[in-house]
């Protein structure tokens, strides 16, 4: 296992609530800390998506594993991730809604996800967003240009299909594994990495 390191997790209103599941479960399997933020929005989709609860999601962890699960409350303005001074790995907000990358764009920092992904600009740590909407408006595009352009990266919550894990979970896990591939968490199995070999069939050359 790599050393340990501290993540921030933050789970806003998009669909897409299995991506954020997996993301979180394989960051603590590599016995990371991981510290989630749930929007209000957010918590209805996800009993919706997942027909599971936040806390029998949580319950599904190890007494050991949960020591390193910190939900926070995203009214809290003043947990420790809101702080520049407090010194993490890295942000992921998954599912990223629109309006979520819209307050992170323009810099609102009104709510715990909003400000601890400033942060996370300010600090220059990385910040990844998997944004789910389609189609997209130039609003939405003009905003996710304002974020690469102040250092995250945005993540389209689109699966691949090469790796031919075509099961829900594989291309639930397929998003999930580049999340974590983007915040340097390489050592996952959420997906199968592709190989020269891997290719079959004729091409033109
Ligand atoms: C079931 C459901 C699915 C939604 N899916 C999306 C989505 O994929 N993308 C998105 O940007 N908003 C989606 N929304 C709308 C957001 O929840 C809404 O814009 C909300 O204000 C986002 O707030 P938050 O970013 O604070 O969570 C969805 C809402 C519901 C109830």
């Known amino acids: 296992m ?5 993540y921030v ?16 479960r394989a960051l603590i399997n590599l016995g990371h800390v991981v510290h989630v933020v749930f929007t209000p929005i957010a918590k209805q989709v996800w009993n919706h998506e997942l027909d599971e609860s936040i806390s029998s999601f949580v319950d599904s962890f190890s ?12 009214s809290n ?13 890295g942000m992921l907000v998954v599912p990223c809604s629109v309006k979520c990358l819209a307050g992170i764009a323009n810099g609102y920092a009104g709510s715990l ?14 910040l990844i967003l998997a944004l789910r909407e ?16 102040a250092g995250a990266i945005v993540l389209p919550a689109s699966p691949g299909f090469y790796h031919k894990n075509t099961t829900a979970q594989g291309l ?3 998003v999930a594994g580049k999340a974590l591939d983007l915040l340097g968490e ?18 033109d050359a």
């Not at 996800?113 to 990385?126: M, T, Y």
């Not at 390489?186 to 091409?203: A, M, P, Q, V």
Request: no cysteine.
């Open 63 to 74: 007494d050991t594993e949960k020591t390193r699960l910190i939900i926070e409350n995203n």
């Open 172 to 174: 639930i896990d397929f």
């Open 186 to 203: 390489t050592g996952h199995d959420l997906f199968t990495r592709w190989k020269t070999e891997d290719i079959t069939g004729e091409s």
């Open 113 to 126: 996800i909003e400000r601890a992904a400033d942060v996370s600009l300010k600090e220059r740590f990385p």
């Open 9 to 24: 997790v933050g789970v806003s209103g998009a669909s897409g609530s299995p991506y954020a599941a997996s993301a979180i």
């Open 134 to 149: 389609t189609p997209l408006n130039l609003i939405h595009i003009e905003n996710m240009a304002k974020v690469t352009k």
């Open 2 to 6: 790599s050393s340990q390191k501290r």
């Open 77 to 89: 303005l003043g947990a420790a991730i809101s702080s520049g001074s407090f010194r993490h790995d």
